[in-house]
T-cell receptor, first 118, second 112 residues
């Protein structure tokens, strides 16, 4: 079945540094990828939608310059948290869909990446 | 824009008892509906989905859900809870704009 891999699963960084999270579709072409943020005991909040080869579309209230999203290939999207601060600490989850997805309108989710900013 | 409401942030059942997790949605067009399960520190796993056709949908791990258009509901059920069912469950709706929106989630606890 369709598999989406996220890396790293855990990352701790110092305030002011940048962190890159990768999201890879292992066995299908991810024409569209979505990035979500999840706070403890809360739901997933859509941050942005990215189509391969295009600029990401950000949700209202999400800072484009802080959360840089790149989707340069059909199997890889990256989220870079720039100049991270403690309030950016969260669980970031990506999802993907495209030819080979397990059904129309079905998203395949990565396992998530927990970011802790000290 | 569509929205999803999950009634009850926490549901507790005994092992072997019926599981009922409630989900209501609002959408201006016929939606696609999903239930996902999330275990601690993991991503989301699809339990089941409704797109078109039969309104009673069967998913993995013995779960099923029924799409009731008149009630704008998509409640998730399982006849007999198992300890391994303890997790966070999210209802989600997707419309023609392709945005997928999630409910707030329901934490299911299963007591021995």
């Amino acid at each position: 079945g369709a598999v989406v891999s996220q890396h790293p699963s855990w990352v701790i960084c110092k305030s002011g540094t940048s962190v890159k999270i990768e999201c890879r579709s292992l066995d299908f072409q991810a024409t569209t990828m979505f990035w979500y943020r999840q706070f403890p005991k809360q739901s997933l909040m859509l941050m942005a939608t990215s189509n391969e080869g295009s600029k990401a579309t950000y949700e209202q209230g999400v800072e484009k310059d802080k959360f840089l999203i790149n989707h340069a290939s059909l199997t890889l999207s990256t989220l870079t948290v720039t100049s991270a601060h403690p309030e950016d600490s969260s669980f970031y989850i990506c999802s993907a869909e495209g030819p080979g997805s397990p059904g129309a309108n079905v998203l395949t989710f990565g396992a998530g990446s927990r970011l802790t900013v000290l | 824009a569509q929205s999803v409401t999950q009634l009850g942030s926490h549901v507790s059942v005994s092992e072997g008892a019926l599981v009922l997790l409630r989900c209501n949605y609002s959408s201006s067009v016929p939606p696609y509906l999903f239930w996902y399960v999330q275990y601690p520190n993991q991503g989301l796993q699809l339990l089941l989905k409704y797109t078109t056709g039969a309104t009673l949908v069967k998913g993995i791990n013995g779960f099923e859900a029924e799409f009731k258009k008149s009630e704008t509901s998509f409640h998730l059920t399982k006849p007999s809870a198992h300890m391994s069912d303890a997790a966070e469950y999210f209802c989600a709706v997707r419309d023609n704009n392709n945005d997928m929106r999630f409910g707030a989630g329901t934490r299911l606890t299963v007591k021995p």
